[in-house]
């Protein structure tokens, strides 16, 4: 199985009286621009995805949607462990609960992803931090467990967006 960790794009600033709600808070105009971009590198990266799961909030939400736009996949899940604070045995729970051969993207939150990074790739506390809209791959030859992830790539939005320019150009 792949895992690919996505962190949504830049976002509107905190304002409770703009939105009373954080977990509505959405992409600002430019993070949906930089999201588009990012996700049309990661094509170019991982050509087989097979899901997208993502946190409930406004802004990974759109950010997954952006990303399935992109390369194709229809199908977007909520998974609630992704939001801010999620656990991470659920989050392994839920990917264990798929095929062993798929590649999954899982969008959400700083420095919960980075956190996540860290578990499964050395069972540390040590986030691996990813920027907004930035990404890393993680390949498990067995099932998802901590420790037992072996990182493939891990990309800025910078870089993604120059993949996917690279490629277009060729």
């Not at 909030?57 to 992704?82: K, P, Q, S, W």
Request: proline fraction near 7%; glycine fraction near 10%.
């Amino acid at each position: 199985m792949r895992v690919i960790l996505f962190r949504h794009g830049p976002a509107g600033t905190r304002n409770a009286s703009r939105w009373p709600d954080d977990a509505r808070r959405p992409l600002t105009p430019a993070g949906e621009d930089k999201s588009r971009r990012a996700a049309a590198g990661l094509i170019h990266i991982e050509d087989d995805v097979n899901r997208i799961l993502t946190s409930p909030l406004e802004r990974a939400d759109r950010t997954a949607r952006i990303v399935g736009e992109e390369l194709g996949v229809e199908c977007v899940e909520v998974l609630d462990a992704l939001a801010p604070g999620g656990a991470h045995g659920k989050v392994v729970e839920a990917l264990n609960a798929r095929p062993r051969g798929e590649t999954v993207v899982l969008v959400g939150h700083e420095p919960d992803l980075g956190l996540l990074a860290a578990h499964l790739l050395f069972k540390s506390d040590t986030p691996l931090p990813l920027k907004k809209a930035g990404a890393c791959a993680i390949r498990f030859d067995g099932p998802v467990r901590a420790g037992a992830g072996t990182l493939v790539w891990l990309a800025t939005p910078r870089l993604l967006g120059r993949v996917r320019r690279k490629k277009a150009a060729s």
